[in-house]
């Protein structure tokens, strides 16, 4: 699994919904509670930024200014945190999850673009149907990793699928959403 590779692929995905957001969309409320289409887009923005500036520092995780145009916005920030990506043994300081290894911290900015990629796409009442390679590796990643769930935290409960689901419904019923 080449980690900068599905890392910079699901930028791309995630990409191609934010440029798809009109001027009037920034207001549509988006699966994430409490957040707008402008609010969600200014937090990936925001993690982009923090990603990129936290190689051997705390980093700045609360820039989620958008600018005049948040989609080009979107587009710096994503070349940025995928250029520094680069050394994945360099050590990450990452809000109060602590400081690990890039190999750690990308896993972590990669399941949370696939996950934002399907809130972008349900604000918009768009379809999302991520590259079956994309949402295999997107399930492998989460699945490696423990989710604070419930209440206040980053995940809800998992939701129960029927038999069969694909990898993607399955990657988002694992991250708390509802692929129905």
């Known amino acids: 699994m080449d980690l900068n590779d599905l890392h910079r692929r699901s930028l791309e995905d995630l990409g191609a919904f934010v440029f798809a957001a009109k001027p009037a969309d920034l207001a549509a409320p988006t699966p994430c509670a409490g957040w707008d289409l402008r609010a969600l887009i200014g937090h990936l923005v925001a993690e982009n930024r923090g990603f990129a500036s936290a190689i051997g520092g705390p980093g700045d995780w609360t820039d989620d200014r958008l600018g005049d145009d948040p989609a080009e916005t979107f587009a710096e920030t994503a070349r940025e945190v995928v250029g520094v990506f680069t050394d994945l043994e360099r050590q990450w300081s990452v809000r109060e999850f602590g400081t690990f290894p890039g190999k750690i911290a990308i896993r972590m900015h990669f399941i949370d673009n696939v996950a934002h990629s399907w809130d972008v796409a349900r604000a918009l009442d768009l379809p999302w149907s991520p590259e079956a390679g994309l949402a295999e590796a997107a399930l492998t990643t989460v699945l490696a990793f423990p ?34």
């Open 147 to 180: 989710l604070s769930r419930g209440p206040g935290e980053a995940f809800a409960a998992e939701v129960d699928l029927p038999a069969g689901a694909s990898a993607a419904d399955r990657f988002l019923a694992y991250t708390g959403r509802d692929p129905r």
